[in-house]
């Protein structure tokens, strides 16, 4: 079994993965040193850290480490006395000794939808490509996306019919943009009926047209939890031009990612106290 290989091919798939390495070995511990899993984000894996108790917990941490998109190193004591430590994780197994594993997230920093390909979206994807995102652009127009930054993953279909696919991966960073206040809405809506798990929903707006989508919301009944809803879209700083407002809105991208989010001013700080939805 070649991981190496496994681990490409699953990459092309579209899959985050976890690689579990031991680098370290005490005692009588079963896991030696240089013995890896690759854990996929579908729960398959391959190979082993020793087995017994260790892997199990071994497999559970890369659970939370695909949840968190961090690597870690995690320092095993292995013993069924009693002991305690501060410095590793004790597990009641018998053979004693320790083991250290390293465990390396696999995958983009997170995935970011980019609903339609006109001129923001398409300044905003090589953006977010170079900051480690992966980008998906969805566009009906075929001509648009041929102009759109190739490495960016380009879907060809209708904003709804993607939506009703239900592929938006959890935590993920969205951003709206497409040619029409009544497609942007669409879009909005079938985000909120599908109650996707997002991290970050950004709509290109007029505070007028917030305004009026919100009082919509409330009379089509869509229940709605606002507070994630960053519209209009961006950071307060300034221009109009496309590249200026991608570059806007990356950098409300890279706040919210970065849990910064309250120490800066979104434009959507910036509507008058009656007609803030997020709060």
């Known amino acids: ?7 490409n091919e699953y990459k092309e798939k579209g899959h985050d993965l976890v690689l579990v ?11 030696d040193i240089g013995k890896k899993i690759l854990y996929v984000d579908n ?9 017994g108790l260790i892997e199990f917990t071994a497999l559970e941490t890369c659970k939370e480490v695909l ?13 069924n006395n009693g002991q305690k430590s501060e410095t590793a994780v004790v597990l009641p197994m018998a053979c004693g000794g320790g083991a250290t594993l390293y465990y390396e997230f696999i995958g983009p920093k997170q995935y970011v939808y980019l609903f339609g390909g006109g001129h923001c979206n398409k300044a905003l994807a090589p953006i977010l490509l170079d900051l480690g995102f992966e980008v998906i652009v969805i566009d009906k127009r075929k001509e648009v996306l041929d102009s759109v930054d190739s490495r960016a993953t380009l879907v ?36 909120f009926i599908n109650k996707f798990n997002y991290k970050y929903l950004g709509m290109v707006c007029s505070k007028k047209k917030i305004k009026e989508y919100v009082l919509r919301l409330k009379e089509k ?5 606002l507070s994630r809803l960053y519209a209009p ?11 200026e407002v991608a570059l806007s809105i990356a950098a409300e991208i890279i706040s919210v990612y970065y849990h910064n989010d309250d120490r800066v001013t979104h434009l959507r700080d910036l509507l008058v106290e009656e007609d803030r939805y997020f709060l």
């Open 67 to 79: 949840r968190k998109r961090q690597s870690r190193t995690v320092n095993y004591v292995l013993d």
């Open 43 to 51: 729960g398959e894996f391959f190979g082993t850290v020793g087995g």
């Open 1 to 7: 079994m070649d991981i190496y290989k496994l681990i």
């Open 21 to 31: 390495t031991v680098t370290n070995k005490e005692g009588m511990a079963p896991s």
């Open 156 to 191: 060809n279909d209708e904003f709804i019919s993607f939506i009703n696919k239900k592929v938006i991966k959890d935590n993920a960073f969205i951003v709206v943009a497409t040619p029409s206040h009544h497609s942007d809405f669409d879009v909005l809506d079938n985000i």
């Open 221 to 225: 009944g869509v229940v709605a939890d």
């Open 233 to 243: 879209v961006g950071l307060l700083m300034g221009g109009d031009s496309p590249l």
